[in-house]
């Protein structure tokens, strides 16, 4: 695949990719919640619904170009009001139900948003916030004073709209990273993007066929919900999964037998509960074909317990809020267990040096992203100046970094500013965590630099254990020490171990080490 391939026509509206499936009666979307209440809708409802909602929206007096920022969670309805909103050439704020009023309102002016559509459920917590005064306001699931309800509004539209005929460079998406490492920032993802990035994943990473049920686990609100569960599975016209309820290993591993799942696309952390569940061997997953996995590292220890219970390979995939799968195990490539892979085709990844030259094979660089390539973000939303930081001559650095083999696959060393410096020695954080994440007792862990006279950083390792109740001693420390010295350069152990409850995590669940570095370097001042 060329990079020509992913260039969308001047004029395009991302809608045309699902609306390919327009009158079909095949199912679009499985929804269960946790009373076992279930739902089903085929691409001809769902496409009729979304109609209706666009009318809703033009009728309301909202116009092309046009900020909404859409708050619902796991619903079908969740799809049908993004798809309305794109069709009429609105631009979308992703919003998690997870934001509290202090995100949303830095979303609302920041984003220059005009309208909000939420779930009654989460309604109340927009009541106190000004700046949703003069905002067109629908609601989802009951009649709430000021908003307009949807469902009710729907049934006096027709199903006929036009789509806006917006151009392949004019903005889709206003999508705000996680803010692992500080403030959120806006991305702008336009029509053309998500035309790059139906033409990488879908195929080549999800792998998904026709007739497939995909059930791609992030919640809406995520970017990585707009990669997977919604463009790529209804772009692909197969039939996604939608299951509102808490995690739980157990229920997953029996609604992916019940709903006979072809392609799974989880997080990390949630494979890892998955491997960790007691008799494996009990859960028929013969249907599942694709099992992959990104947002964080991927832990050896789960691609070992996914492939000798089930006989599947969980393959990695590497991207950012800022562009899509950049770097992955591909559909059929040979796993390397602990590599991400390699660069998704049609994008030009790299890893480079301070001067902006590709590395060795074998050398630590930063991962960047050519930018000519058009699964790349536009700009950081009215805010030039990081925009511009963030490149590199021809390059966009991701912040993340990296070496490649020889091979061409890519091994994640963590995040720039993770990257722990211990007596000039270079040690990257994650293959630590592998290593330590690999003993029985060890449930979750991150590992952080702290401060030393010595040797300037030394490695610490925060520990959840799997059992509450163990003996959290000296011995226990040197346990886990020697255990990592085994599977790594024996430098690179933590020299320092604190056993804690819980991590502190981004509301998608990613860890955030900068919280933990800096109480490490508050610490140390403080002696
Ligand atoms: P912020 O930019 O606001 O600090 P964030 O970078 O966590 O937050 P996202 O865009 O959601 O926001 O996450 C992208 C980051 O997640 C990547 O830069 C990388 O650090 C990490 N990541 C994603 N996938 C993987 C993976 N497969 N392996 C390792 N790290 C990954
Ligand atoms: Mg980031």
Redesign the pocket.
Known sequence: MKREDLLAPVQYNVIEEIEKYTGQQRTALYWEDEAGNTKEITYDQLLSNVNKIGNVFKHAGLNQGDVVLIMIPRLIEAYEVYLAALKIGLVVIPSSEMLRPKDIIYRLTHGEVRAVVSFAPFISQFDHIDEMKNLHKFIIGANYDGWVNIEEAMSEETNLLQAAATRQDDMAFLS??????????GVVHTHGWAYAHLRTTAPNWLGIQDGDVVWATAAPG???WIWSPFLSVLGSGAAGLVYTGKFDPETYLHLLKKYQVNVLCCT?TEYRIMAKVNELEKFDLSSLRNAV??????NREVIETFQRYFNINVR???????NTLL??IMNGMELRPGS?GKPTPGNRVEIIDDEGQPCEPGVVGEIAVHVDTPALFKAYFKDPERTSMQFRGEYYI???RAKKDEDGYFW?E??ADDIIISSGYTIGP?EVEDALIKHPLVRECAVVASPDEIRGNVVKAFVILREESRDKNEELVTVLQEHVKQLTAPYKYPRKIEFVQELPK?P?G?IRRVELRKKEQENSSLL
């Open positions: 705000y990273t996680s803010g692992t490492t500080g403030l959120p920032k995520w970017q990585k990390p996995s990104a947002g964080e590292p991927l990695d995939g590497y991207g950012q809020t800022e770097v992955g991400m991701t912040g993340d994640f963590g995040r994650f981004t998608s990613k």
